[in-house]
């Protein structure tokens, strides 16, 4: 009884270690709001970008998208292209690896009905 439990777990483990490593680098777009990771949805605002720049050059923080459809924050890269649309309502283009977007573009987006700037 116990080998066949051990098969059972090492089936599972493989299982699941093969489930984690599709979801890696999966293309993909989002939609939301470039923000920063220290302020997350909070900064999901088209007023807040010079609090994002001022806490990406001076709390280390990163830029980041605030997806509310999943109601997520994903660290973006490359930060410079991203910089060029903090506060911005943007659609971003990439492949997600765990919380973390690689753009290939990003691009402007109009906010969908309930998805109006706070500012």
Known sequence: M???LLICAVVLLVAA????????GKEGSWTGWVTDD????????????ACATKCVKEMNAKYALYNPTDKKVYTLNPQDKAADHAGHYVTVKGTVDGNTITADSITMATPEKGEKPKS
């Open 2 to 4: 116990s080998k066949r």
């Open 17 to 24: 270690t093969l489930s984690l490593a599709g979801e890696k």
């Open 38 to 49: 220290h302020c997350g949805a909070k900064g999901a605002t088209d007023g807040h970008a």
